[in-house]
């Protein structure tokens, strides 16, 4: 009698902690009968019948799908991935589908938490499925693949998908362009089906407008040319007046240093004196590109450098420390990768 009333307890607590089943009143242990029965909907569970007195039997029944749904939305909105995607799994051994309002959360706490790895995971589990899913869920998981900064994974999903409609092309092209691949999405341009939307080609324009020509570099400064604001876009901009931008990137050197900053020497090739070699890496083209930057956009805003080579250790330093005092947003794409820098920090954590 008492190991089965251990038994009872031990399963009453089990039903009392888990999240998936509903909340009870339970009467003491000594007075339940326990009993389970057999059910094929859900495997892992059954039935089970609690009897407590000879007028009263309470039926404790797994929650159905719906309720595992809701679990996975309030873990999302709760912005715990860890136990979103445990909870996803289960659902998975359980043999209950995750509904598409639970997907395209769960895929924006990966967007909100920048999480590669748990966005691969929700990937593995769409394509695993992709019979259940239509063309809107492989639109969010290319758009959240481009906001990772992955846009090879992205273009991955946009060549697995099976029916495109004008929101994936759209989604595709921009998300390139935006990624610094300006090529790549030009050539998709080109390659629709269907005539493209004035929505995407005004998009597409702005943003070659707006980063292809002022952000992107191509190792001569002097070809970065100024961005259009509403109220000079009815003047004539004249050449670029690189003279300031020198001004402004020997008067940033001069404030990273008293935030800390020693040019490290090591990177700088030619057999030059100390003098020299600082004055070398203090022109590097990515310097002279945020210099630039600065002067010619509005407090706050984001400044998205591409460069076709990969960023020496001592202007990803240089940078960091910058983004420390400037209270900017720093985005650098080199050869190899993204580089967010923020607050004196990259999300590289100094590894790339």
């Given at each position: 009698m008492?190991?089965?009333?251990?038994?009872?307890?031990?399963?009453?607590?089990?039903?009392c902690s888990n999240r998936m089943l509903k909340t009870f009143i339970i009467p003491p242990a000594e007075n339940v009968i326990f009993t389970?029965?057999?059910?094929?909907?859900?495997?892992?569970?059954?039935?089970?019948?609690?009897?407590?007195?000879?007028?009263d039997t309470l039926h404790l029944q797994p929650?159905?799908?719906?309720?595992?749904?809701?679990?996975?939305?309030?873990?999302?909105?709760?912005?715990?991935?860890?136990?979103?995607?445990q909870s996803l799994e289960e659902m998975e051994q359980t043999g209950i589908l995750a509904d598409s309002e639970s997907i395209l959360e769960l895929m924006q706490v990966i967007?909100?938490?920048?999480?590669l790895k748990a966005g691969d995971r929700i990937y593995e589990y769409v394509m695993k499925f992709s019979s259940n899913y239509n063309v809107t869920i492989f639109n969010r998981l290319m758009d959240m693949y481009f906001k990772l900064g992955d846009y090879r994974r992205a273009g991955r999903v946009f060549e697995q998908m099976s029916c495109?409609?004008?929101?994936?092309?759209?989604?595709?092209?921009?998300?390139?362009?935006?990624?610094?691949?300006?090529?790549?999405?030009?050539?998709?341009?080109?390659?629709?089906?269907?005539k493209p939307s004035p929505e995407i080609s005004e998009a597409l324009q702005n943003h070659l407008k707006e980063t292809a020509y002022t952000e992107k570099l191509?190792?001569?400064?002097?070809?970065?040319?100024?961005?259009?604001?509403?109220?000079?876009?009815?003047?004539?901009?004249?050449?670029?007046?690189?003279?300031?931008?020198?001004?402004?990137?020997?008067?940033?050197?001069?404030?990273?240093?008293?935030?800390?900053?020693?040019?490290?020497?090591?990177?700088?090739?030619?057999d030059l004196d100390q003098e020299a070699k600082e004055k070398s890496l203090l022109y590097h083209s990515e310097r002279l590109a945020i210099a630039y930057g600065l002067i010619s956009t509005p407090p706050g805003s984001t400044l998205r450098i591409i460069k076709n080579l990969r960023i020496c250790g001592d202007c990803h330093n240089f940078i960091k420390i910058l983004s420390s005092f400037e209270k900017r947003v720093f985005i650098v794409r080199d050869n190899k990768r993204f580089h967010h820098f923020k607050d004196g920090v990259c999300s590289c954590r100094d590894f790339w």
């Open positions: 008492a190991q089965s009333t251990a038994m009872v307890r031990s399963m009453m607590s089990f039903f389970t029965l057999h059910n094929k909907k859900y495997p892992p569970f059954g039935i089970l019948k609690l009897k407590f007195s000879q007028q929650q159905p799908p719906k309720a595992f749904n809701s679990n996975l939305n309030d873990l999302c909105k709760e912005k715990n991935i860890h136990l979103a995607l967007i909100d938490t920048k999480s495109k409609n004008i929101d994936s092309w759209k989604t595709m092209i921009l998300g390139l362009a935006e990624n610094g691949r300006e090529k790549e999405a030009i050539r998709v341009f080109t390659e629709m089906p269907t191509h190792e001569k400064p002097a070809l970065i040319k100024p961005k259009m604001n509403k109220s000079s876009k009815n003047q004539k901009q004249g050449p670029l007046d690189r003279s300031k931008a020198y001004e402004k990137l020997r008067a940033l050197n001069n404030e990273a240093k008293e935030a800390g900053y020693v040019p490290d020497t090591r990177f700088v090739v030619h």
